[in-house]
Nanobody, 129 residues
């Protein structure tokens, strides 16, 4: 079973940017999906971005479209989430996850958390104005 470890969170000023990392314990098959999710204090978990590892197709929640970018580096077995123009509402625990079912390269991966079956422990992002 693959293990996922997130890093890169911290305390940031609004308007800034940061890149979160999710290192996998082994290479992720190109037929899988991976995603980023977040959970703000007192709220449910929200899917923000997903990526078809083989085809590169990205999917974003409407709330983050244009500010978040998901990517994967196969050489490092690492999933990234770049967040620009940070706002206070981005404050949350961020989790990466993998959906280890098999998909075609043109599949639009889900941003719903029930689709994912392997999770990291999370990294906290706090944005202040």
């Amino acid at each position: 079973q693959v293990r996922l470890v997130e890093s890169g969170g911290g305390s940031m000023q609004a308007g800034g940017s940061l890149t979160l990392r999710c290192r996998a314990s082994r290479a992720i098959d190109s037929r899988h999906c991976m995603g980023w999710f977040r959970q703000a204090p007192g709220k449910g978990r929200e899917g923000v971005a997903s990526l078809n590892i083989g085809g590169g197709r990205q999917n974003y929640a409407d709330s983050v479209e244009g500010r978040f970018t998901i990517s994967y580096d196969g050489a490092e077995n690492t999933l990234f989430l770049h967040i620009s123009s940070l706002i206070r509402e981005d404050t949350a625990m961020y989790y990466c996850a993998a959906d280890l079912r098999l998909y075609g390269s043109d599949t639009l991966c889900a941003v719903q958390d029930h689709a994912y079956n392997v999770w990291g422990q999370g990294t906290q992002v706090t944005v202040s104005s």
